[in-house]
């Protein structure tokens, strides 16, 4: 489904925090845009117009959003009478509602715009992917960061992979690049934020990976930097194809403002009573932020055969399909990091093949699941040893 541009027009702080709360529970993959932040060139799919004191100021106001003819104009007064559903309508609003809108309503409206951009949109879409771990040390960025050398290997298309990870961000370190610039230096600079500022921010691999290091700093990006992450994401999408991001392990603010973000969310865990523990009540948090269960993607890392606990049962008490396992081969992922030299490109290991072949599967839904079914024998692992740690 595609993602739009939302902007809310609105002096009410209470009011644009309740729509703000209604298009990220939406089923639409929405980013919403600061009203200020108007740019030659923005497109915006959703405008959410308050109305509730005088119809006729709001529709002015949002005069200039209305000129770009997005997809939705959501008139939102107090009453919903005859004559002001005909007064919103004739000024060119497509959607009326009495406040507080019915989330249901809300909802049925926003599928109806996002129907009308399928309608009309250019094929290529970008597509954000945010790398998510049950724990520390569960292998989250080893994935994160083979995945995006292999959607650049693959693909061919301009991909870019952030560290949202404050202080230890380790992307570079894994690829073996030094950067001059980071994530701080595109929130910080905002204004100048544009294509080519971008191209001089990044950093290009030799797989045709650009790479956007993280932080230095152990309170940056922090719950203030909020408003311009989800900025920088919606330029850095606009940009490119591909758009990744190693959200680290912790729900903190920053690594919420990406799950909002997000087409897709990897949680990457480990076959373990932590990991499997920590999984169930991520995923149970980001349905609660409203990102739907069908965005996540639970990946088992360092999956060595016997599993400590069956996969049946890791996927009975998470309450989540396993999409992909990883095998574990400590020998091999040690001798990458220390060399600065990804998997994909270190030749043919297992653990290789499997990156190519869920790789392969993203960038290509169509495709058959290449990976293996699992074999040999596996220790068994009552339930009651999961249940009772809850």
């Excluded at 009309?120 to 569960?138: D, E, N, R």
């Excluded at 690594?255 to 990991?275: K, R």
């Amino acid at each position: 489904m595609a993602r739009l541009n939302g902007v809310v027009v609105s002096d009410d702080e209470s009011f644009r925090g309740q729509i703000a709360g209604l298009l990220r529970l939406s089923p639409v993959p929405t980013t919403l845009v600061p009203e200020s932040s108007v740019q030659d060139g923005l497109r915006v799919d959703i405008v959410v117009i308050d109305a509730r004191t005088d119809l006729d100021g709001a529709m002015a106001r949002a005069a200039r959003w209305r000129a770009s003819n997005p997809a939705g104009v959501f008139a939102i007064a107090r009453d919903a009478t005859p004559d002001l559903i005909l007064q919103a309508m004739r000024s060119g609003a497509n959607e009326f509602f009495a406040w507080p809108p019915p989330d249901t309503a809300f909802h049925e409206a926003m599928k109806r715009a996002a129907g009308r951009v399928a309608a009309t949109a250019a094929p290529t879409k970008s597509t954000t992917i945010v790398f998510l771990g049950a724990k520390g040390g569960s292998g989250t960025t080893t994935v994160a960061v083979n995945f995006g050398v292999e959607v650049a290997r693959l693909s061919k298309r301009p991909t870019v992979i952030v560290d949202l990870k404050p202080g230890v961000g380790e992307i570079g370190l894994f690829l073996g690049v030094r950067s001059r610039y980071s994530l701080l230096d595109a929130l910080d600079n905002l204004h100048r934020l544009d294509s080519e500022f971008i191209k001089e921010l990044t950093t290009k691999h030799k797989s045709g990976l650009d790479i956007l290091t993280g932080s230095d700093q152990w309170d940056r990006p922090g719950p203030a930097d909020g408003p311009a992450l989800d900025e920088v994401f919606r330029l850095l999408s606009s940009q490119y194809e591909y758009l990744l991001v190693d959200a680290g392990c912790q729900m903190t603010p920053t690594a919420i403002s990406a799950i909002y973000s997000a087409d897709m969310i990897c949680l990457v865990a480990n076959p373990d009573v932590p990991s499997v523990r920590n999984a169930q009540r991520i995923i149970d948090r980001i349905r609660q932020l409203g990102p739907c269960g069908e965005r996540v993607r639970l990946l088992l890392n360092r999956a060595a055969e016997p599993f400590p606990i069956p996969r049946s049962q890791i996927e009975a008490a998470i309450g989540h399909p396993i999409d992909h396992t990883f095998p574990s081969d400590y020998k091999t992922v040690s001798a990458a990091l220390n060399s600065g030299v990804p998997l994909a490109l270190t030749g043919s290991t297992d653990l290789a093949e499997q990156f190519d072949s869920f790789t392969r599967r993203i960038i290509d839904p169509l495709a058959e699941d290449a990976e293996p079914a699992a074999s040999g024998r596996r220790i068994p692992l009552g339930l009651n040893r999961i249940a009772s740690i809850w």
